[in-house]
C-alpha cells in the first residue's frame, strides 16, 4: 500500500522569497516520487521525479527536492517563488520497480495551493 | 518529448447524453492510459487503468457501464460517459505510460472541462 500527506494545503509567499513544499509518503516498497505543477484548467506538468538515484533532485524552474527515507518526506523547495510559480502542486507516489501486470498506480496527495505575493 | 493529446478540450451536454473523450500519445507509444477525475479544489483521483487490447480496470467505487473505456491501439484511449448526469460534471484527466517503461512515469494530457445541463 502507498500514501501521500501534503502537510500544507495553501502556501503563501512573496516573491522573491523561498518555497517549502511538505510531502511525507508511505510505500511498501522501494517508491518512485514525483512533484506536479497545475495551473488553472490545465493539466499536470512534471517539476521533477525521483527514482532511485541522486537523493537531491533538481527540476525545471529551479525547483528541487530531497528525498530523505529516514524522515520519509520528499520536500519541493524553490530558493526564489516567482509570479508565475502560483499555481495547485501535486506529490505522487508510485511503488518503484517493474511494472505489473496489472500496472502501477500512482498516489496523488490532497495538492498545496501556492499563492505568490508581489 | 512525450506528449499526451486530449479532445476536446471542453464539452458541454445535456442530462442523458452520452459523451466521448479522446486520448492520444502524440510522439510515443503507450500499453496503458490511465483515466482520472479532477473535481474543482480537490486532487485527482483515478478512475481506471487502460490496457492496449485488453478489458480496462477500474477503480473500487467506478462504475464500468457507465465509464467506458476502449484502448484500441497504442496511441488511443477513450473515454465514454454514457446517459450523463449534472453530478458527472468534472475535470477528466488521462495520462499515457511509455511502452517498455521500467518506472512508472506518467505524462498526462491536458484535461477535458465535462460540464452536464
Known amino acids: 500500500a502507498q500514501s501521500v500527506t501534503q502537510l500544507d494545503s495553501h502556501v503563501s509567499v512573496s516573491e522573491g522569497t523561498p518555497v517549502l513544499l511538505r510531502c511525507n509518503y508511505s510505500s511498501s516498497y522501494s517508491p518512485s516520487l514525483f512533484w506536479y505543477v497545475q495551473h488553472p484548467n490545465k493539466g499536470l506538468q512534471l517539476l521533477l521525479k525521483?527514482?532511485?538515484?541522486?537523493?537531491l533532485v533538481k527540476g525545471i524552474n529551479g525547483f528541487e527536492a530531497e528525498f530523505k527515507k529516514s524522515e520519509t518526506s520528499f520536500h519541493l523547495t524553490k530558493p526564489s517563488a516567482h509570479m508565475s510559480d502560483a499555481a495547485e502542486y501535486f506529490c505522487?507516489?508510485?511503488?518503484?520497480?517493474?511494472?505489473?501486470?496489472?500496472?502501477?498506480?500512482?498516489?496523488f496527495g490532497g495538492g498545496t495551493r501556492v499563492l505568490v505575493k508581489p | 518529448g512525450a506528449v499526451v493529446s486530449q479532445h476536446p478540450s471542453w464539452v458541454i451536454c445535456k442530462s442523458g447524453t452520452s459523451v466521448k473523450i479522446e486520448c492520444r500519445s502524440l510522439?510515443?507509444?503507450?500499453?496503458?492510459m490511465f483515466w482520472y477525475r479532477q473535481f474543482p479544489k480537490q486532487s485527482l483521483m483515478l478512475m481506471a487503468t487502460?490496457?492496449?487490447?485488453?478489458?480496462?480496470?477500474?477503480e473500487q467505487g467506478v462504475e464500468k457501464d457507465k465509464f467506458l473505456i476502449n484502448h484500441a491501439s497504442l496511441t488511443l484511449s477513450t473515454l465514454t460517459v454514457t446517459s450523463a448526469h449534472p453530478e458527472d460534471s468534472s475535470f477528466y484527466i488521462c495520462?499515457?505510460?511509455?511502452?517498455?517503461?521500467?518506472?512508472?512515469?506518467?505524462?498526462f494530457g491536458p484535461g477535458t472541462r465535462l460540464t452536464v445541463l
Open positions: 525521483y527514482t532511485s538515484a541522486a537523493t
Open positions: 495520462s499515457a505510460r511509455k511502452l517498455a517503461a521500467f518506472y512508472n512515469e506518467q505524462f
Open positions: 510522439d510515443f507509444q503507450a500499453t496503458t
Open positions: 505522487v507516489v508510485s511503488d518503484q520497480g517493474p511494472i505489473k501486470a496489472a500496472g502501477n498506480k500512482l498516489t
Open positions: 487502460s490496457n492496449e487490447g485488453s478489458k480496462a480496470t477500474y
